[in-house]
Structure formats: structure tokens, C-alpha cells
């Protein structure tokens, strides 16, 4: 796999407001520089040491990469560009600024077949372009489900969070219990071997969330569900035949991702209605699908709050889900600051572990310096005495030399002095004798 970019990211995208969260990762809105075109940037923190479980490790964060590399396809989100620093790896992805297809669709009071075959579809052709290349998502929820833009008349939809993403090779058993309980399929809960069949099991509201994680998770694995009445009263035959194809505990039978697609429900709705409409002369009256059960669904998932099921109507229900609206942004507002704080220890755990391995690796040094030392000066110091020995027995030694010299001084002057007596006695001598020549010279004048 090619390395990721070691240089700094700010020196090519500007970074903008926080888009959203995860336990290690934060993705932002970012322009870059150069094109000024947008994009979402993706900071998923490095785990920095393999026993810690802080952090995405170095495999994940390389196989997201990988299949994100892979994939290109008009409802899945793209990949552009990735950067890594010494804690995080950043993404660069596809700005997808749409929101949640479950949200745009519970804003609709309701919504015909055809449009929400027409949304299915999407998603069933982006699963399909994954599944020819044998990558299973293992995380398809609604908010993994997003819409390119929403403002435009036929919304284009994007699946993305390639976090769990897997790429399923013939002959490897694979195991895993991972996802969002309420919608991982019975196969996961189990604890049995994954295949693609996974991202078969319904994505939706899910039918099967309880009032704790664990109601959940048996009700997944007794597959235990039912249509009900209130909710699927206008809901066709061939749709929940659709879905009951789909929601198969045994995975070997449930749908595969081109049999859905040849589901007469995928192809024949639409067909259906343009026939209807040359045969009369007028557009047939489509049916049409309540909106309820995705409001009551997105203030379960979104909101701590437990459901109210007193509301008898959806009028009451709507003033209730006003207050809990402006509740849930106290919520909310206080899960930012929750998060922040998260991420404030975090990044000073962070910091508190690159500290004390810089602290470490400088002790290593500085022992090692301290060990080099302390040689030095061993021998310095050996140095040292050989010297003082050395300058001892030079000051013997000059010792011995100047009573030596002072004997040979003393020699000296009695020498000299010796020689001066003689000399004093040659010169009278000389005298003498020139006196007795002078006279001797006289006397015979």
C-alpha cells in the first residue's frame, strides 16, 4: 500500500466547521487551497501503542484506506486525498452535505412507493458495485445512509463510514462481533462466520430495537417482528414480501444483492403506474407510505429519551416532538461539551504519552551520556594520580639534584678558593724571582 502524505495538511486545505464525531475520530469541513473546491476531512487518532485501546490501529486505519481506494461509484462516497502527522491520520473524502436520508424523509408528511423504491434502489446499487468486488460494509444503518444534496429534486444517495468495511476472500473464515446492535444481522449477534449476506439484513427503522441492548440483540437472533398494522396499513404485499426476504436468519437463504435487485417490488412499482396512467388517462393515486414510524424512529436513535406511546394522533404527537426538539439541542449542546471534554483528556493523554516516551528515550540518553562520563573521568582521574606519582618522583628527583648541586657548589668554591691561594702563591713567586733577576742583573753591572 503507498504511503500516506507526510506533509502538514493546513499548507493545503483550510479547515472549517466540526461535521461530526466519533470515539476516535472528528471529521471537518475543509476547502483546499488550490482548486478551492470543499471536502470533509477525517481525523482518526493513531493508537500509539498496540496494548492500548485508545486510538484505531494502524491495520484498520490501512484497510479503510485500501477499500475507500478501491471503490468509485456514483452513490458512494469518494475518496480524494490522506495526510498523516504524528497522531492522526486525516482523510480527505467526498463533502457530503445532504444529512441523513431517514431525517429528510421524516420532515415528508408522507411518501409513495415509487419514491422510496427509487431511494432503495440507490442504496441496492451502491451494495451491489461493493458486493462485485466482494467488500462487505457491515455498518449499513440510516446514518450511514446520506443524501449528496437534498435540495435538489431527485436526491442522489451516499453510502459511507467504511470504518468495519471488509473485503470477503474465498477460503478465510471471518468472525467478528462489531456494529450498531440494531442493525447487525443474526450471524454477528451468533458469533458465526460473515459473508456478504450481512449487508442484505434490512436496513432501516429498525423492527427490532428494544428497550435495552440486549432485548435487541434476541430479538435479532429469534428474528422477532411483525408488521404493524398502524404503521404498514398502506404498505403493498410485494414490499413486505421485500423485506421478509430480506429479515432470512439463515444467511445462505436470504436475498442476495442481485436478487433484490430483480425483486418485483424494485422493478415492476414504477412500470405499474406508467401503465396505469395510459390505460385512464390520468395519473393513478399511489400509495402511500406514513412517515411516523421514521419520526418516532429518529427521536428514539437521536435522543436518550425513551418513546411516548399515550399520542393517539400525530397532531399531539407533533407538538411533543417540538419540545423534545429544543430539549434534545440542550442534550446535544451538552454532548459537545461532553465530547470536548473527551477529547481535551484525550489529547493530554496523548500528549502525556509522547511526553513520557520523549522522557524516556532522553533518560536512555542521558545514562548513556552519564555512563560516558563517568569513564571519562575514571580516567581522568587515573590520569590524574599517575600524574601527582609522576610530579612526586620529579620533585625526588630535583630534590636529590639540588643536594647534589649544592655539594658540587661546595666543592666548587673550595675548589676555587684553592686555586686562588696557588695562584696568589705563583705570583709571589714570580715576583720573587724577577726581584732576584733584577738584582743578579745589577750586581754583575
Known amino acids: 500500500m503507498a504511503g500516506f502524505r507526510q506533509e502538514d495538511v493546513d499548507l493545503f486545505y483550510e479547515m472549517g466547521e466540526e461535521l461530526g464525531s466519533g470515539q476516535f475520530a472528528i471529521v471537518r469541513k475543509c476547502k483546499e487551497k488550490s482548486s478551492g473546491c470543499e471536502y470533509a476531512?477525517?481525523?482518526i487518532k493513531k493508537r500509539r501503542l498496540s496494548s492500548s485501546r485508545r486510538g484505531v490501529s494502524r491495520e484498520e486505519i490501512e484497510r479503510e484506506v485500501n477499500i475507500l481506494r478501491e471503490i468509485q461509484h456514483s452513490n458512494i462516497i469518494t475518496l480524494h486525498d490522506i495526510f498523516e502527522n504524528k497522531t492522526d491520520v486525516i482523510i480527505i473524502l467526498e463533502l457530503v452535505s445532504g444529512g441523513e436520508l431517514f431525517d429528510f424523509l421524516a420532515e415528508?408528511?408522507?411518501?409513495?412507493?415509487?419514491?422510496?423504491t427509487q431511494f432503495l434502489k440507490q442504496i441496492l446499487d451502491g451494495v451491489q458495485y461493493l458486493h462485485s468486488k466482494r467488500i462487505a460494509h457491515f455498518d449499513l444503518k440510516p446514518e450511514n445512509i446520506m443524501l449528496l444534496d437534498k435540495n435538489v429534486p431527485n436526491p442522489r444517495i451516499k453510502l459511507i463510514d467504511f470504518g468495519i468495511a471488509h473485503q470477503i476472500k474465498d477460503g478465510n473464515e471471518f468472525k467478528n462481533i462489531f456494529g450498531t446492535p440494531e442493525f447487525v444481522a443474526p450471524e454477528i449477534v451468533n458469533y458465526e462466520p460473515l459473508g456478504l449476506e450481512a449487508d442484505m439484513w434490512l436496513s432501516g427503522a429498525s423492527p427490532f430495537l428494544g428497550e435495552t441492548k440486549q432485548e435487541t440483540l434476541t430479538n435479532i437472533s429469534a428474528v422477532n417482528y411483525d408488521f404493524d398494522e398502524e404503521y404498514f396499513s398502506n404498505t403493498s404485499e410485494?414490499?413486505?414480501?421485500?423485506?421478509r426476504r430480506l429479515l432470512v436468519k439463515d444467511p445462505k437463504k436470504r436475498m442476495t444483492i442481485d436478487d433484490s435487485l430483480q425483486h418485483p417490488w424494485i422493478k415492476v412499482i414504477k412500470r405499474r403506474n406508467v401503465r396505469k396512467e395510459e390505460e385512464t388517462g390520468r395519473k393513478p393515486e399511489r400509495r402511500r407510505l406514513k412517515t411516523t414510524r421514521l419520526k418516532e424512529y429518529t427521536i428514539k436513535s437521536h435522543s436518550s429519551m425513551p418513546p411516548n406511546?399515550?399520542?393517539?394522533?400525530?397532531?399531539?404527537?407533533?407538538k411533543v416532538l417540538e419540545e423534545i426538539a429544543a430539549a434534545e439541542e440542550g442534550l446535544k449542546e451538552l454532548e459537545h461539551n461532553q465530547q470536548s471534554c473527551r477529547e481535551d483528556v484525550a489529547a493530554l493523554l496523548s500528549i502525556y504519552e509522547e511526553k513520557e516516551g520523549w522522557y524516556k528515550e532522553e533518560n536512555e540518553s542521558v545514562a548513556r551520556d552519564l555512563g560516558q562520563i563517568r569513564q571519562d573521568l575514571q580516567r581522568a582521574q587515573a590520569q590524574r594520580r599517575q600524574s601527582q606519582e609522576d610530579a612526586r618522583a620529579a620533585m625526588l628527583a630535583a630534590s636529590s639534584l639540588k643536594r647534589k648541586f649544592g655539594r658540587l657548589e661546595n666543592r666548587y668554591e673550595a675548589l676555587a678558593e684553592q686555586v686562588a691561594s696557588e695562584v696568589r702563591w705563583v705570583e709571589e713567586l714570580v715576583r720573587s724571582i724577577s726581584l732576584e733577576k733584577?738584582?743578579?742583573?745589577?750586581?754583575?753591572a
Do not use: Q
Open 41 to 43: 476531512a477525517k481525523f
Open 108 to 116: 415528508k408528511e408522507s411518501l409513495t412507493e415509487e419514491e422510496a
Open 238 to 243: 410485494l414490499a413486505k414480501d421485500f423485506i
Open 309 to 318: 406511546n399515550t399520542y393517539v394522533n400525530f397532531e399531539r404527537f407533533s
Open 438 to 444: 733584577e738584582g743578579h742583573g745589577t750586581g754583575m
